[in-house]
């Protein structure tokens, strides 16, 4: 099934975007994992959250309530057995009548695909099981995985870099520390310097006036992650990095360490020489391969940008076709109901980053 992810821990997503409830259910954690439930509700809160006044005030955005715990957790630890967590999914105040659209391919939406993959059974409501709440309970397992590394010393962080065509300066991919990692993470809107994060704010309320949305990109960063962690070809640290990632809804690319820009060097400008520290570790002068070679880590910093469109639903006319009657359209949404996805993206990617690195340090020796 394409909503399970199996890789020594296997995770399970379930419901849909207008359904009575969605959640996830992760198999094969250790037991006696101490899961600190404060914690985790900040985890989640930075994902539901809403950042962006809503186009109607008389309508503000129903929240998910807390996840509620079904199996797999006594006591605040895990048990070794099935851990299930669903979340009740109240829907607006006026229901909106999906019937009308249900045949029309709504550009930038996932409709059309849908209808011709599920012979037309889909639930269409809000995008159904293709909606982007799904990346709500994706983030309560990240959550989870989260606390398991950090009790090991390693830290997963990720920071807006860029909306539209407003930046922000990156960490450094071979400085980055957890306290830097922390600072960003403790800020309501993520990024290296507010001021530029003020200015993207901005950006955002001007183009959701206009009727329009942004995108953007967004880096992450995992620190003290051991080196040996993965294995070459089809097993890679990266392979299982993306794959979550990519089921991330509005993720556009993904790019590791220097990425696309190694095209543009020589060898030996993307080499990353090694050197032995005062401490007697193994490092690199730079990190071009952003922490991972043949698939395995190398102990520096894990490093990946990855580029998230604007979202999809806009307030302006938009040609389409009806694909029930084979007719051309044209569609457009009232209101602009989320004018950028790149902030509710960023706990979604530390998410996808941490259940990788679980998943690959169940192999590593005496970790877990």
């Not at 994902?47 to 998910?64: G, I």
Request: proline share 7%.
């Amino acid at each position: 099934m394409a909503s399970i992810w199996n890789h020594r821990i296997s995770i399970s997503l379930f419901g849909e975007a207008e359904g009575p409830a969605i959640g996830v259910v992760l198999d094969n954690l250790p037991p006696g994992e101490y899961i600190e439930l404060e914690q985790l509700a900040r985890f989640m809160t930075r994902r539901t959250r809403s950042l962006f006044v809503p186009s109607d005030p008389n309508q503000p955005k129903a929240e998910l309530d807390f996840p509620q715990v079904l199996s797999g957790l006594v006591g605040d630890r895990t048990t070794g057995s099935p851990l299930c967590a669903f979340l009740n999914n109240p829907r607006g105040s006026e229901p909106f009548d999906y019937r009308s659209v249900s045949h029309l391919a709504r550009p930038g939406h996932a409709d059309y695909t849908g209808a011709m993959r599920y012979r037309g059974f889909a639930d269409c409501r809000n995008g159904g099981h293709l909606s982007e709440k799904m990346t709500v309970p994706l983030c309560f397992a990240g959550a989870v995985c989260q606390q398991m590394l950090e009790r090991r010393g390693i830290y997963v962080g990720a920071q807006i870099t860029s909306i539209h065509n407003i930046k922000d300066k990156s960490l450094s991919p071979t400085e980055v520390t957890k306290e830097d990692i922390l600072a960003i993470r403790n800020r309501r809107f993520p990024v290296n310097n507010p001021t530029q994060g003020k200015k993207m704010l901005a950006d955002i309320q001007n183009a959701s006036m206009g009727g329009e949305t942004l995108g953007g990109t967004i880096a992450c960063y995992a620190v003290n992650v051991p080196a040996g962690i993965g294995s070459p070809i089809f097993d890679g640290l990266e392979n299982s990095i993306a794959q979550l990632i990519f089921g991330i809804p509005g993720v556009r690319g993904l790019e590791f360490g220097a990425g696309f820009q190694s095209a543009k060097m020589t060898g030996s400008q993307s080499n990353d020489e090694f050197y032995v520290d005062e401490h007697g570790h193994v490092l690199t002068k730079t990190n071009n391969h952003g922490g991972i070679l043949g698939g395995i880590s190398s102990g520096m910093p894990i490093s990946l940008n990855v580029a998230i469109k604007p979202a999809a639903t806009i307030a302006k006319p938009q040609a389409t076709v009806d694909y029930s009657a084979m007719s051309n359209e044209v569609i457009q949404s009232e209101t602009v109901l989320h004018p950028c996805l790149v902030p509710e993206a960023v706990p979604s990617i530390e998410a996808a980053v941490c259940i990788a690195l679980v998943s690959h340090l169940m192999d590593y020796p005496n970790f877990f």
